[in-house]
């Protein structure tokens, strides 16, 4: 799964172009904060393909309106932010109160303890936030409403999935991973760049093993795959031939009864291969 994560923006004949486009924002938006949510929201369709069973191709920047990605993206990032503002107040407000009490009474001991319990806490706070993230924004993308990524009976069916917690595990791996190689690359004025490109790869990745515990999970507490809702409106030739392929579709009607049958034998075959990951595949979370 690792591997396959890692790979995942390496598909396609226009991969270099795409992660460097995803990289270049992430630079920018160390210095200009708004790209983030660009960002946020071409990771989000990153999980939307996955969360369909697509795992072979990534979403490419011209694709989307990017203005509509930017919107989704920061709905995601608000998802996110509650969350470690809410868990971060909750694991971080013992501590600050030790701290405050050691400086009142000037006593080296109880700033110690508080200091341990802070580092403590502040880790506690961090896996609780790795574990509900990725339930709440594959939920909100299932749903595709804001208010989805706040439903605590979700959260709580999805919380002590085995599937799901493997799935989180191995994202935190990545991010871990990922994470060094971009600090060592930063340390340079040459491999910064590289560094944010890598932080780019890396992001994806998390999403891809996300979108694929949630998915696996989810077919087994509900025994099929969830029905994923489109996204930012697509672009360009895309867009347009959907559009041709839907009034294709329309004007095309069964003229016997024969037909109908047919018809309702084809919808039937199709849905059966639409099967996505099988989640009883041990080997994909190797």
């Known amino acids: 799964m ?42 989000l369709e990153v999980m939307r393909q996955v969360l369909r069973g697509d795992t072979d191709t990534p979403p490419e920047w011209g694709d989307y309106d990017i203005v509509q990605l930017s919107v989704n993206g920061a709905k995601g990032f608000a998802i996110l932010f509650v969350y470690g503002l809410v868990i971060g107040a909750v694991t971080l407000l013992p501590t600050g109160v030790l701290l405050l009490l050691a400086a009142v009474l000037r006593s080296a001991i109880l700033s110690a303890i508080g200091g341990v319990i802070g580092g403590v806490l502040y880790l506690v706070g961090a896996i609780a936030i790795a574990v509900v993230a990725p339930i709440m924004i594959c939920n909100f993308l299932v749903k595709d409403d804001l208010s989805a990524g706040f439903d605590i009976d979700v959260l709580r069916t999805f919380v002590t999935n085995r599937t799901m917690l493997r799935a989180v595990g191995l994202a935190i791996l990545v991010n871990f991973a990922v994470g060094i190689v971009s600090g060592v690359l930063g340390l340079t004025i040459i491999g910064a760049p590289v560094g944010f490109v890598v932080s780019f790869v890396g992001l994806s990745a998390v999403a891809y093993i996300w979108a694929n515990g949630f998915a696996d999970a989810y077919r087994e507490i509900h025994g099929e795959l969830p029905e994923i809702p489109d996204g930012p409106t697509k672009m360009g030739a ?13 004007d095309t009607t069964p003229s016997t009864p024969d037909d109908t049958v047919d018809s309702g034998t084809e919808a039937s075959d199709t849905d059966d291969d639409v099967s996505g990951p099988d989640p009883t595949d041990g080997n994909r979370w190797d």
Not at 238 to 250: F, I, M, N, R, S
């Open 2 to 43: 690792i591997e396959a994560a890692l790979r995942y923006q390496t598909q396609g004949e226009d991969w270099l172009k795409r992660v460097a486009i995803g990289g270049g924002a992430m630079l920018l938006a160390f210095f200009v904060f708004i790209p983030i949510f660009t960002v946020y929201g071409y990771v």
């Open 238 to 250: 895309d867009a347009d031939a959907g559009a041709t392929a839907t009034e294709a579709d329309a």
